[in-house]
């Protein structure tokens, strides 16, 4: 079982910036993908960003390209969502997850979280305009 711990989140305004850290414990050897979700109030969770445990493959929303980078520091145990140019419509609590089973590609792992409902605590992210 994986631990993860979302921090990072904050109020910014609009083309503003933030990081998002996701920080991972336990049995992280065995963990194949990491994904981003947020949850804005009154709508469904959605996938944000997904990378690869190993590195090197990566998802992004069509939301989230061109504007957010997904990222993992290796020694830490980490994954981060780098946020550039912030909107009111980021506005939602974001949080991290992760699936443990090979899957062909990320879409399909993001899929899987989502189904199975295992999250961090979340983040707050706020954007005014």
């Known amino acids: 079982q994986v631990q993860l711990v979302e921090s990072g989140g904050g109020l910014v305004q609009a083309g503003g910036s933030l990081r998002l850290s996701c920080a991972a414990s336990g049995r992280t050897w065995s963990t194949y993908a990491v994904a981003w979700f947020r949850q804005a109030p009154g709508k469904e969770r959605e996938s944000v960003a997904a990378i690869r445990w190993s590195g090197g493959v990566t998802y992004y929303a069509d939301s989230a390209k061109g504007r957010f980078t997904i990222s993992k520091d290796n020694s830490k145990d980490t994954v981060y969502l780098q946020m550039n140019k912030l909107k009111p419509e980021d506005t939602a609590v974001y949080y991290c997850?992760?699936?443990?089973?090979?899957?062909?590609?990320?879409?399909?792992?993001?899929?899987?979280?989502?189904?199975?409902?295992?999250w961090g605590q979340g983040t707050q992210v706020t954007v005014s305009s």
């Open positions: 997850a992760v699936d443990s089973s090979y899957r062909a590609t990320l879409e399909q792992a993001i899929a899987t979280m989502r189904i199975r409902n295992y």
